[in-house]
């Protein structure tokens, strides 16, 4: 009887673990998702947009392609005409006008270069070669653009407008840190070492600004201590590719630029006599938490003919533009006002003392849609230029009589049409055709509002659903997260047929959500401020809020949930696996700055503030590595030079001291990015999601479509 019912018990356990045996999903479920992907649905979509090859007097023409092929427009705007034609083939390549490690002045004639950390002056005509300083040496060179992750060749000048002179500086690292990496390979690695200054370090990056003539060589120190090595816009003096917050006079006697103080608190404006080098202070502005200029462009300009200065400030809780008298450095008056956001400074018409600008959030609807106006010096008479409801991009014509208007919105494909300055509409030109597109099954995301974790903050995002819903069944949802503060997980509020890999992960059995969440730009100061000096709150609370509200609406299982990221988004995932680990069961943590003490100078210093001043020990994930429950993925490129991978390694640590089990990617000679290995993470993504968030078996080794 025993052996017979021991028989009977196994037979019993045995039929149980062939019942809960694990779905599996087959090479053709990931094949049928990856077919979401954009080098899969790119060639569904007609009429995409439009790229203007600008010719005479602001007529332009540009290529269209749809299912049949590709044709070609020819646009008047004067004569509001747009006609098929075969003159114009193919769009080539601009004349280069420099190779990338030299700076081409405005007539073309003259390019600056660096050697031997000093700026020599090429003749573009004749080749001939002449050395325009001489005292530069490692570790304090001229227009070097080599501080934190930069490592770029490429000389940071502006050219005055007449090209006679170039304002630029000299870099002093000589006291900075450095930062190592070591290549992996056959043999002894290679070692790379460079400066990276490190928050709370007492020597970081200066800058002595000078000005150098360059027909008769003579370098002109400006009579200013040096300067710290940031912008009004972002990290660093050099973010745009040229030097950052410089406004030269047309005739080169006077150069305009910003000093901005290593916390980012304090701004202040200056004139320089590009002569003799003496430097006028004009004005300053501080603030409580960090300034920025504007949002995505530098919005301030300075006006030498009236004398004066169009300003950008968020005194008032909203990005706005003021004018400021050059001579006394006092407020003349503001020029835009209300509880919306100025985001870029377009055109500045000073004889009609007009300004032209992009701004967010005076319209109803999504504040994160931009639209055109323009506005009078004096703020009145402000005028919405483009009316239609969305997201607007904007190219002026040559001439700047004229702007083309693309304008969609995350699930309405782009309109572009030709407007004259004051608005008027010129022509429709094309409207993209998804309807191919819409006949494979795909779908677009819907925007979603919801609350933030206040409860009473609006927040936007879009959700990502399987294009065959089950009905009666919840889906687990993966959360992809960008915390910023300098941008958030949404980028684009344009429409894109693909964002990443969301709608493919939907596609395998989840809901995708990205939750825009405080403490990001484009919306009032206070709002951007909300994580000053915390940065480890990563919107989570916004992330876990919306989750929730969404879970009313969709069939979500919030008993499943997971979350991904790069970057900081990686930052942010630990966090959430870490403070949060009773509702985020699965994490993937891709190149993650998880202790900012570990990460560049500028980046911390902005957000937190300086190292005495903010708690940065508290906000290091690996201190909250013992509170792990659920399946974590920990990746990092070993030569990764913008966030280094000891902020990887440090959790490492921490998780094996606490006894805790997690996984480990690492691709041993890659950067930031992973570059041709990115179709391997995302498989390894999937597979992750798919094992432990969706309780199934993935295929084995499945190779992406897209990446032979």
Excluded at 579 to 587: A, E, L, S
Excluded at 668 to 686: D, F, I, K, Q, V
Excluded at 689 to 704: I, N, R, S, T, W
Aim: net charge neutral.
């Amino acid at each position: 009887m025993m052996n017979k019912y021991w028989l009977s018990a196994i037979a019993c356990t045995l039929a149980i673990g062939v019942n809960a045996q694990q779905k599996t999903l087959t090479a053709k479920d990931y094949e049928y998702a990856e077919g979401f992907m954009g080098y899969n649905t790119s060639k569904y979509i007609d009429n995409p947009g439009v790229s203007p090859n600008w010719l005479e007097n602001d007529k332009f023409w540009y290529v269209t392609r749809n299912q049949t092929g590709t044709q070609t427009f020819l646009v008047d705007p004067a004569a509001k005409t747009k006609v098929l034609t075969t003159e114009y083939k193919s769009v080539s390549a601009p004349p280069r006008r420099r190779n990338r490690n030299e700076e081409l002045s405005p007539d073309g004639k003259k390019a600056v270069f660096i050697k031997d950390y000093n700026l020599f002056l090429k003749d573009v005509a004749t080749g001939k070669i002449t050395q325009l300083t001489t005292d530069g040496v490692k570790d304090y060179g001229y227009a070097t653009d080599n501080a934190g992750w930069k490592h770029s060749d490429a000389p940071i000048v502006r050219w005055s407008p007449d090209s006679k002179k170039i304002t630029t500086f000299q870099q002093d690292q000589r006291n900075s840190k450095d930062m190592y990496l070591v290549t992996t390979n056959v043999g002894a690695p290679k070692l790379e070492a460079w400066k990276y200054p490190l928050p709370g370090d007492k020597e970081i990056a200066t800058i002595r600004r000078v000005i150098i003539e360059v027909d008769q060589p003579k370098v002109i120190s400006l009579n200013i201590p040096p300067d710290q090595h940031r912008a009004t816009l972002s990290d660093d003096i050099s973010s745009s590719g040229t030097f950052d917050d410089i406004d030269w006079k047309a005739d080169g006697s006077e150069v305009a630029f910003v000093s901005t103080s290593r916390d980012h608190k304090n701004e202040k404006f200056r004139i320089a006599n590009a002569t003799t080098g003496a430097v006028r202070e004009v004005f300053e502005e501080t603030v409580k938490t960090q300034y920025e200029s504007g949002q995505g462009a530098i919005n301030w300009r300075y006006l030498p003919s009236s004398k004066e200065i169009i300003w950008y400030s968020e005194r008032d809780n909203w990005g706005h533009l003021y004018l400021y008298d050059a001579t006394t450095g006092k407020v003349k008056n503001q020029i835009t006002k209300g509880d919306w956001v100025v985001s870029q400074l377009i055109k500045v018409d000073e004889k009609t003392r007009t300004i032209y600008f992009i701004a967010n959030g005076r319209e109803k609807g999504n504040p994160y849609f931009s639209h055109f106006y323009k506005a009078g010096f004096d703020g009145k008479n402000l005028t919405l230029l483009n009316p239609e409801e969305g997201n607007h991009s904007i190219t002026l014509s040559p001439s700047e009589k004229y702007f083309l208007d693309t304008y969609s919105q995350p699930n309405i494909p782009q309109v572009t049409v030709l407007r004259s300055l004051d608005g008027k509409l010129v022509s429709t030109l094309e409207k993209t055709d998804i309807s191919r597109l819409t006949a494979t099954g795909w779908k677009a995301p819907a925007p979603v509002s919801v609350k933030a974790g206040d409860g009473k903050t609006d927040i936007y995002g879009l959700i990502f659903t399987p294009t065959k819903i089950e009905a009666g069944k919840k889906y687990p949802v993966i959360d992809y997260i960008y915390p910023g503060p300098q941008g958030g997980s949404v980028g684009s509020w344009s429409f894109s047929a693909v964002r990443g890999d969301h709608q493919a992960l939907a596609e395998l059995g989840f809901i995708v959500v990205i939750i825009e969440g405080t403490s990001n730009p484009d919306r009032s100061k206070s709002f951007h401020d909300m994580s000053y000096g915390n940065m480890a709150v990563n919107t989570l609370p916004d992330q876990i809020a919306a989750i929730k509200e969404l879970s009313a609406k969709y069939p979500i299982d919030t008993t499943k949930v997971g979350i991904w990221g790069h970057s900081g988004g990686g930052f942010a995932t630990a966090t959430a696996m870490f403070r949060y680990p009773d509702f985020f069961k699965v994490g993937i943590s891709e190149s993650g700055n998880h202790d900012n003490r570990n990460y560049e100078d500028d980046w911390g210093e902005r957000y937190n503030g300086l190292l005495e001043n903010a708690d940065y020990e508290a906000q290091a994930n690996q201190n909250y590595a013992k509170n792990l429950k659920g399946k974590l993925m920990l990746v990092h490129g070993l030569m990764d030079d913008n966030v280094p991978p000891y902020n990887t390694l440090l959790v490492v640590e921490a998780l094996e001291k606490a006894n805790k089990s997690f996984d480990l990617v690492i691709f041993p000679n890659s950067a930031h990015g992973y570059g041709t290995y990115s179709p391997y993470m995302m498989r390894r993504r999937w597979d992750y999601f798919v094992q432990h968030l969706l309780g199934a078996e993935p295929p084995k080794d499945y190779q992406m479509k897209g990446s032979r």
